[in-house]
Antibody
Framework: EVQLVESGGGLVKPGGSLRLSCAAS????????MSWVRQAPGKGLEWVSS????????YYADSVKGRFTISRDNAKNSLYLQMNSLRAEDTAVYYC????????????????WGRGTQVTVSS | EIVLTQSPGTLSLSPGERATLSCRAS??????LAWYQQKPGQAPRLLIY???NRATGIPVRFSGYGSGTDFTLTISSLEPEDFAVYYC??????????FGGGTKVEIK
């Protein structure tokens, strides 16, 4: 089954660190750009970061720039998000999402999502 | 940053009724706008991309229209499974990729 499975979430104190992972299966991970999108409790969706297929280009939301690092390992079909200096406002479900491949073209929409992993930043 | 404003915040309708959701961009995004559906406890699902194209497997009762700054998502006849939150997202001018605040379609 084509899927993304996130892991690594949990409870962390303010100022702490966490590393999220996303395992991809049943598609050619190395050819897709990937992203992280988060959703705070009861709130809407917020784009966090994106990385192109060969890691040539990386983008961050201003809210996480300098604190979060996105990376990938195509040999392991995995995407990562290293989160440092965590704040209460980083509390959210973090989704791994694939750049859309639609009608033989790619678009910066998200056509495949994982189920998410909960990150809670609290003392 | 392009801000997307969705309206209304909540839409109360009955099964079989027509739903019309709006998304307005703070500046033109040409046709580079998508719609997603999210049900409680689930990840979002892509419905419409580039304003009017249905994603794979999306029923024909979902349609999108618009360009520039004003977009609509229409559900022609609501099915019980369509009651959910809907988000728009633009890819025209980024980073950042931005989402609207969402419209909840609830059962009246």
């Amino acid at each position: 089954e084509v899927q993304l499975v996130e892991s690594g979430g949990g409870l962390v104190k303010p100022g702490g660190s966490l590393r999220l992972s996303c395992a991809a299966s049943e598609f050619t991970f190395s050819t897709y750009s990937m992203s992280w999108v988060r959703q705070a409790p009861g709130k809407g969706l917020e784009w966090v970061s994106s990385i192109t297929s060969s890691s040539s280009y990386i983008y961050y939301a201003d809210s996480v720039k300098g604190r979060f690092t996105i990376s990938r390992d195509n040999a392991k079909n995995s995407l990562y998000l290293q989160m440092n200096s965590l704040r209460a406002e980083d509390t959210a479900v973090y989704y791994c999402a694939r750049k859309g491949f639609l009608d033989l073209l790619t678009y910066w929409y998200f056509d495949l999502w994982g189920r998410g992993t909960q990150v809670t930043v609290s003392s | 940053e392009i801000v997307l404003t969705q309206s209304p915040g909540t839409l109360s309708l009955s099964p079989g009724e027509r739903a019309t959701l709006s998304c307005r961009a703070s500046q033109s995004v040409t046709s580079s706008l998508a719609w997603y559906q999210q049900k409680p406890g689930q990840a979002p699902r892509l419905l419409i991309y580039d304003a009017s194209n249905r994603a794979t497997g999306i029923p024909v009762r979902f349609s999108g229209y618009g360009s520039g700054t004003d977009f609509t998502l229409t559900i022609s006849s609501l099915e019980p499974e369509d009651f959910a939150v809907y988000y728009c997202q633009q890819r025209s001018n980024w980073p950042p990729l931005t989402f609207g605040g969402g419209t909840k379609v609830e059962i009246k």
